[in-house]
């Protein structure tokens, strides 16, 4: 029979051996001989491995971005922040209200909007209160402007406004002041689609993919929020997008958001440099009162 010791150091050994088993691929990789060091030795959740991972279903890929999700969020404190988004969430509440009526029930790109303004806490006043003035607002006028920034990405700038010589001349001014410039056929490289999006935690790349395909998305992936916390996003044409998200629901998952968005066809990577004149353009543009949201093809390099 082995003594205390023994087995002390059996235990040991099988513990390590399980440790090794889930650490990251990039130790795994180490030439022989190499030595690894702490951080080597803490578990990396295996769906963690990159920072975005598009899991394609036969169908042309819709990916996202990956930890330029983080970069490009407005900057400053949060109390400021939080006022800046309920009055973009104003912005595309009068937008909806305007393209298909205030009732949500009859309206459906209303209804998503109010699902994100729910989800970030948005007072439930506040939500009454922006329909209502966004069935009495005067006529605005809503665009989307094509534009390519620092480095080649492209961007498309969704305003909304009631003096468009006004806001065209802003646009063009903090385009040229942060390395951009207004530039035709943009708009060609996005294609409107239904995003749902979920919290991430706890769910690999397998289970992911096996929630797409039973509630029929197209597209599935992965990539982390302003927080770094992980987020799943399911991409599906637009008449499939309240199904989806009902789907996803039944399935026992938390809608974190869904809506209409431009979804890029291909994507550019950009340096640091590069990525910080973006990040800095784009902030611009969000702080402009007419732009309700911007969207752009950067991907941020891993």
């Known amino acids: ?35 690894l060091s702490p951080e080597d030795l803490a578990p990396h959740p295996l769906w963690r491995s990159s920072p975005v991972r598009t899991l394609q279903l036969g169908v042309p890929s819709c990916a996202g971005h990956n930890k330029w999700s983080k970069v490009k969020h407005v900057k400053g404190p949060k109390d400021e922040a939080r006022g800046r988004m309920f009055m973009k969430f104003g912005m595309m509440i009068r937008i909806a209200v305007k393209e298909g009526g205030s009732n949500p029930d009859l309206n459906v790109n209303l209804s998503h909007v109010l699902l994100q303004c729910r989800s970030q806490n948005m007072p439930k006043a506040s939500i009454e209160a922006a329909i209502k003035t966004a069935e009495k607002a005067k006529p605005a006028s809503q665009h989307i402007f094509e534009a390519r920034g620092p480095g080649g990405c492209l961007l498309l700038i969704e305003v909304l406004t009631d003096n468009n010589s006004r806001t065209v001349q802003e646009i063009k001014r903090l385009l040229n002041r942060n390395g951009g410039m207004l530039s035709d056929g943009a708009r060609h490289n996005f294609s409107r689609r239904g995003v749902v999006v979920v919290p991430g935690q706890n769910i690999s790349t397998e289970r992911a993919l096996e929630l797409a395909i039973e509630a029929g998305a197209e597209d599935v992936q992965e990539t982390e929020d302003e927080e770094e916390q992980p987020l799943l996003q399911f991409i599906c044409d637009i008449v499939d997008l309240k199904k989806v998200r009902a789907s996803l629901e039944d399935l026992g998952m938390q809608i974190s958001s869904a809506g209409l968005e431009f979804v890029p066809r291909t994507f550019l990577s950009l340096g640091q440099d590069q990525l910080d004149a973006a990040s800095t353009l784009i902030e611009a543009l969000n702080d402009c009162p007419d732009v309700v949201r911007v969207w752009d093809n950067i991907q941020a390099d891993s």
Do not use: I, K, Q
Not at 5 to 15: C, E, G, M
């Open 1 to 35: 029979m082995a003594g205390p010791a023994v087995l002390r150091t059996l235990r040991t050994l099988d513990s390590r051996t399980l440790h090794l088993r889930t650490l990251h691929p990039r130790t795994l990789a180490r030439p022989p001989g190499g030595f």
